[in-house]
């Protein structure tokens, strides 16, 4: 059975940037995940298809940005430990005193989930997650191949063949985001 629930990323034609005036790191711990990526001067052909393997908040902040400015041709390389002295991009989960990542200029990607400590700057997905001068927010790159939902299928959710109603707080599912949101 095919899911139709993918349809391929569509990659349009990108305008060349300049360079960067510093290199730019974007640390990922998915060794085997990203093996093709390793040790290139360029970006090998197939970019569809490693746009469709990211399907993480890493793999979002990490590989799939790296991969967008790339062939943009900026100054950006994809690494396996934080580089010292440099600048290194990576989600929050990937940030430890373990790796040393205290010696490099560390940009945390903030992910749907704690607030990064060990690093100098740090993006948020939301504005409400900005309080203080080192925090930025950033929208994330849209997962790649996912269809919109369906409006017209409500609150239900079909998962291997059954339909349910999404589980709805205090009778309303308006309610299920905090006031925020």
């Known amino acids: 059975m095919t899911d139709n629930r993918l349809v391929p990323p569509v990659l349009d034609a990108v305008t060349p940037l300049p360079l960067l005036p510093f290199s730019v790191y974007f640390v990922t711990k998915e060794l085997d995940k990203w093996d093709d990526l390793w040790e290139v001067a360029g970006l090998p052909d197939g970019l569809n298809?490693?746009?469709?393997?990211?399907?993480?908040?890493?793999?979002?902040?990490?590989?799939?940005?790296?991969?967008?400015l790339k062939r943009r041709g900026l100054n950006v390389f994809l690494v396996s430990q934080?580089?010292?002295?440099?600048?290194?991009?990576?989600?929050?989960?990937?940030?430890?005193?373990?790796?040393?990542?205290?010696?490099?200029?560390?940009?945390?990607?903030?992910?749907?989930?704690?607030?990064?400590?060990?690093?100098?700057?740090?993006?948020?997905?939301?504005?409400?997650?900005?309080?203080s001068s080192i925090d930025h927010f950033m929208m994330q790159w849209p997962l790649p191949g996912i269809k919109p939902r369906d409006p017209a299928r409500g609150t239900t959710v079909e998962a291997r063949g059954t339909t349910v109603e999404v589980v709805d707080f205090k009778d309303d599912v308006r309610?299920?985001?905090?006031?925020?949101?």
């Open 175 to 181: 309610f299920n985001l905090a006031e925020p949101f």
């Open 49 to 68: 298809e490693l746009f469709a393997r990211s399907t993480s908040g890493n793999d979002l902040w990490a590989v799939q940005t790296y991969l967008q």
């Open 82 to 131: 934080y580089v010292p002295g440099q600048i290194c991009i990576a989600p929050n989960h990937n940030l430890a005193t373990k790796d040393f990542c205290y010696r490099s200029y560390v940009v945390g990607c903030r992910l749907d989930s704690e607030r990064p400590e060990l690093c100098d700057q740090q993006t948020v997905l939301n504005q409400q997650c900005v309080h």
